[in-house]
Structures are given as C-alpha cells and as structure tokens.
C-alpha cells in the first residue's frame, strides 16, 4: 500500500530555530506539492515541483521558506528562522499527471508549533 | 478567480442518514476530486472524477460530475460513526499544471 510519509510528524521549536520538514513521496509520482493548513485559512499551496523541477512557489514567504527536491525520493520544507505564525500543519502531497486527469496523494502532515 | 463554493459547512446527522454535499464554481473544471480528512490526518482521496455526467461509487459514496462542469454533488449512504470528518471538494487550477483549489470543507457530525 503506497503512501507519502512525512517526517517528524510533530515538531515544538522556538522562534528564530530552523525548522526542516522532509516528504517522501511515492514512487513513481512525478508531482510533489507542499501544502500549510490551518483553522483561519484552510488548506493553502505553498510549493510545487514536477518531475524535481519547482513549478510554483508563489504561495510561500520567500524570506524564510524553501522547498526543495534533491532527488526523486525526497522533498523539504525549510523555515528559517521560524515564527510563531508559522504554527501549522504542513502536507505533503504526490501526484502522477495521466492525460487530463491528476490526483493528490496526501501524507499525514507535520504538526508545527513554534512558541 | 477559480474558487470553490461547498456547503453545507457543517451537518449533524443520525447514523444510518443519508448525507449529501455539494461543490460549485463559476469556471469550468476537468476533473473534480473528494477528499475525508480525519482529524490529526491527511486529507484521503475517496473518488476522482474525469468526465462530466460521470457518476463514481466508493463503497457507500457516490459523487457525480456536474453535466454543466461547474459543480460536483458528494452522496454518503446509511451514514455511520466513522464517516465523521471532514469532506473536502477539489479541482485543479485551468492550465496551472496539477494545482489544486479546495472548497472550505463540510465538517460531517453523526449521532450514533
């Protein structure tokens, strides 16, 4: 049973510490997408990647956030320095572009705290 | 700009009731997706769907693609305790390579 994984699956930091969130994607998906959810916003696209190659990233805070694919097994999610308001859960997902059709596979997330 | 309009918002429902939601917008999609996140999870695909008028089963769901393109219905038959959570609809961004917009979610309660 193919899944994306995501590490750590819960991180408490303080403010100003960086913070690297990992995703493994499943093999074979050539799409990888970093999502931040929480209660005032929902679910909001940070980045994406096809095929390692980063598509979008206009939904990130570009001062303190990256993201990138250093091989097909493995993206990350970097904040630094982290903030409060960055407190959130971040989701990892993959996907396979077929044609005209294309699913999301979502992973169990990282549940952020930064005091 | 694309957006998703869901709703309910949220349903309070007695086990073994029928439940439907529903997704709009004012574009066109090709592909409409539902996803059930569980609290502390990950949003889970439960039923894509490709074609217009296309009608999927998943077990006791079914979710039909609106004919118009502009709309997608979620149905949960004889609900039970574990179909608590929330439902969220999706739909990719018009020629923005796989980006998804999500509707605001309908949190599903039921009563046992």
């Known amino acids: 049973d193919a899944r994306v994984t995501q590490t750590p699956r819960h991180k408490v930091t303080e403010m100003g510490q960086e913070v690297t969130m990992r995703c493994q994607p499943i093999?074979?998906?050539?799409?990888v997408f970093w999502y931040r959810q929480t209660m005032m916003q929902g679910l909001e696209l940070l980045a994406y990647?096809?095929?390692?190659?980063?598509?979008?990233d206009s939904g990130m805070p570009k001062d303190r956030f990256s993201a990138e694919m250093p091989d097909a097994t493995l993206a990350t999610l970097k904040i630094q320095p982290s903030e409060p308001r960055d407190s959130a859960v971040y989701f990892c997902?993959?996907?396979?572009?077929?044609?005209?059709?294309?699913?999301?596979?979502f992973g169990p997330g990282t549940r952020l705290l930064v005091l | 700009g694309q957006q998703l309009n869901q709703s309910p918002q949220s349903m309070f429902i007695q086990e073994g009731e029928d439940v439907s939601m529903n997704c709009t917008s004012s574009?066109?999609?090709?592909?409409w997706l539902w996803y059930k996140q569980d609290p502390g999870e990950g949003p889970v695909l439960l039923i894509a769907?490709?074609?217009?008028?296309e009608l999927t089963s998943n077990g006791r769901l079914t979710a039909q693609f609106g004919i118009t393109r502009k709309d997608s219905f979620l149905n949960i038959s004889a609900s039970i305790p574990s179909d608590v959570g929330i439902y969220f609809c999706?739909?990719?961004?018009?020629?923005?390579?796989?980006?998804?917009?999500f509707g605001q979610g309908t949190e599903l309660s039921v009563k046992p």
């Open positions: 990647f096809r095929n390692r190659a980063p598509l979008d």
């Open positions: 997902a993959s996907g396979l572009r077929l044609g005209l059709g294309e699913t999301q596979y």
């Open positions: 769907l490709y074609k217009a008028g």
């Open positions: 093999l074979g998906h050539n799409t």
């Open positions: 574009s066109i999609f090709n592909t």
């Open positions: 999706a739909g990719p961004f018009y020629n923005q390579g796989g980006k998804l917009i």
